[in-house]
């Protein structure tokens, strides 16, 4: 007997006219056919093909590990994200609060003490704000819209809810304890010396004895003081520059436009109005340091005034 038989057969995986595409395979199984052929009948037997498929997925750009362990800057940022490698392999971690990661130091800081600078955005075109997540002697001036970094004089706070430089005792973004102070009236005690009176008569002396009782009173004495406050005139900036303070030659005004805040010269210098900048005395007619007055004056630094106030 003869015809023809057309037989399939099994062939490599990466041959299969079939094969679908696949994007990672991680192993394949193949396992042969066997083909028994009699003079009379002709049988085939088939072994199941086992294909197992595996699909990664890589998101973003990949970060290579300088080190097995350790910490890293995302590259050109200035941001509070950084990596932390374990192992060789790269996990996105993030600072606590508004703190940013220096590329330089490598740990976690306040934006003001990084090595980096992240672009700080005006609220206002103009105005005084802190610098975002600090406690400190920095704060932003914006003047039409543009930042720039100032610093409050000596050891002054700019205090992010009252938007002022005050001393470090009366920032509001510093914890203080202050001891409570009682005071305990010391009475007064007056005592009255018995007086004893003799009269005499002419004919027959009859000795008089008067006493009196002696008196203790207590007073407790209490002081009030009236504060005397002294209403001027506001003060109006000209424009955008630095001006005398009335009645001070160590404070100034800074103004932004038709705001300003009230600055003071370093101990030692007093306030140039013809150059305004703080020299010392003797470039100045008419001023001269006075050590009690400036630390007096001290408590106006940081006063702020104009429209957007």
Do not use: W
């Not at 007997?1 to 199984?29: D, F, H, N, Q, W």
């Not at 590990?65 to 790269?90: H, K, Q, R």
């Not at 330089?104 to 005006?122: E, G």
């Not at 914890?175 to 009269?199: D, E, I, L, S, Y």
Request: net charge negative; charged share 10%; proline share 11%.
């Amino acid at each position: 007997m003869s015809g023809c038989i057309l037989l399939k057969k099994c062939v490599p995986y990466a041959e299969a006219s079939c094969r679908s595409a696949v994007t990672t395979t991680a192993a394949t199984t193949t396992t042969s056919s066997t083909l028994t052929t009699t003079r009379s009948t002709l049988t085939t037997t088939r072994s199941p093909l086992t294909t197992t498929t595996t699909t990664g997925t890589t998101v973003g750009p990949t970060f290579n590990c300088p080190t097995a362990e350790g910490f890293y800057a995302i590259p050109n940022t200035c941001d509070a994200d950084y990596y932390v490698c374990v192992s060789g392999s790269p996990y996105v971690s993030t600072c606590p609060g508004d703190s940013v990661f220096d590329p330089i130091t490598l740990v976690c800081t306040s934006p003001d003490k990084a090595s980096c600078q992240k672009p700080f955005v005006c609220p206002t075109p103009d105005g005084f704000f802190p610098v975002p997540g600090t406690c400190g002697n920095s704060y932003y001036s914006c003047v039409d819209g543009e930042a720039y970094l100032q610093k409050c004089p000596g050891t002054a706070i700019f205090d992010p809810n009252t938007n002022n430089c005050v001393s470090a005792e009366n920032a509001s973004c510093k914890t203080t304890t202050t001891a409570a102070t009682t005071t305990t009236p010391t009475p007064t005690t007056t005592t009255t010396t018995p007086t004893t009176t003799t009269t005499t008569p002419t004919t027959t002396t009859t000795p008089t004895t008067t006493t009196t009782t002696p008196t203790t009173t207590t007073t407790p004495t209490t002081t009030t003081t009236t504060p005397t406050t002294t209403t001027k005139a506001p003060f109006v900036c000209p424009g955008t520059g630095h001006y005398p303070y009335p009645g001070s030659c160590t404070l100034y005004y800074v103004c932004s436009g038709s705001n300003y805040i009230v600055a003071s010269c370093p101990a030692g210098q007093v306030f140039n109005p013809s150059t305004e900048f703080c020299e010392d005395p003797i470039n100045v007619p008419g001023c001269y340091f006075d050590p009690m007055q400036f630390f007096r004056d001290l408590k106006f630094v940081g006063m702020t005034g104009g429209p957007s106030f």
